[in-house]
């Protein structure tokens, strides 16, 4: 399986260009922005847009996988909503006859959780962090709303539903002839962040700790000195040779090491030379982040992400 996985995640990384925000719907017939592909046997990724979720994406702006263990599926996020994940249950229905027995989010945010909707309904189990799920109760009606503002019509259906199931540090799923390890391996990107690690294929679906195709965001109260040290530590001991991020294209460690780690690295030392030299925060704006600017959302993200280092290491 290794000469095979490993030509498959070269020709991924070749196509970069392909979840550019600047490229239309790759998958018109359906609410997915790209149709699932099986990246390393058994485990399938549809890879949304980079851009920012619109009504032309559906919201179809994260990574939406599935594993298909021989005894069950599970489903890696819930989607950004009903219609999200509906559609992604029919491209399950397509590969296997085996039901989808878990759903497991990411995350508490809406591309990762509004889909939960349509996923409990159908009897099955939501699995997420419990600080991902106390996000979910607390910010959910506002989450939705914002869903409803782009995807309009295509918000149909989708009400807020909280993962049934919760864990803390690490969850061990044995379905099939698969082991998953589901992972909170420290401070990274927001609250209740999740990894699922398969340790027989060396396979992390990583979430939002791990970025590369476009600009992470860094969110108010984001711990970025902590992410780093997670990213560093448990995450890097993992040893994965596969991963698949949050957004964008499945790939290596060194590529999310290069575009997360290095990135952060790279602004706190800026903005900490800005605070060093006496620099106030209308200026830190525009520290020189070029080296990052061929990066999807960049332009959306990269003044807001200074201005919240400056905030963050001015109390350090």
Avoid: C
């Amino acid at each position: 399986m290794k000469h095979f996985t490993a030509a498959l995640g070269i020709l991924w990384l070749a196509v970069p260009g392909l979840a550019s925000e600047d490229i239309a719907d790759q998958y018109p017939q359906s609410d997915l922005y790209q149709k699932p592909v099986e990246f390393i046997p058994h485990v399938f990724s549809a890879i949304g847009a980079t851009a920012p979720p619109t009504y032309e994406n559906s919201g179809h702006n994260n990574n939406l996988s599935f594993i298909v263990t021989g005894d069950g599926v599970v489903v890696i996020n819930g989607g950004a909503s009903y219609r999200l994940a509906q559609a992604l249950h029919d491209e399950i229905r397509a590969v296997t006859d085996q039901p989808v027995k878990l759903v497991i989010n990411e995350n508490g945010q809406g591309h990762a959780m509004l889909g939960n909707s349509y996923w409990a309904g159908q009897g099955v189990d939501i699995l997420a962090h419990a600080d991902a799920i106390h996000e979910v109760e607390e910010e959910g009606d506002f989450i939705l709303q914002r869903m409803q503002g782009y995807n309009r019509d295509k918000a149909e259906g989708t009400t807020v539903v909280a993962a049934n199931l919760s864990f803390r540090d690490r969850k061990v799923i044995q379905m099939g002839d698969v082991t998953l390890e589901v992972l909170h391996l420290g401070p990274a990107h927001g609250p209740g962040d999740t990894q699922v690690w398969i340790p027989q294929w060396e396979i992390v679906i990583a979430g939002d700790i791990a970025f590369h195709e476009r600009m992470l965001p860094i969110f108010p109260g984001t711990d970025t000195d902590a992410w780093i040290e997670t990213f560093e530590g448990p995450f890097a001991d993992l040893g994965a040779t596969y991963v698949i991020p949050g957004h964008g294209h499945p790939t290596n460690m060194a590529q999310v090491t290069r575009y997360t780690r290095d990135y952060l690295v790279d602004i706190r030392e800026k903005i900490g030379a800005h605070l060093d030299a006496g620099g106030d925060l209308a200026d830190a704006y525009y520290v020189d982040q070029s080296e990052w600017a061929h990066l999807d959302t960049f332009e959306e993200l990269a003044t807001k992400n200074a201005g919240r280092v400056f905030e963050e290491m001015e109390w350090e």
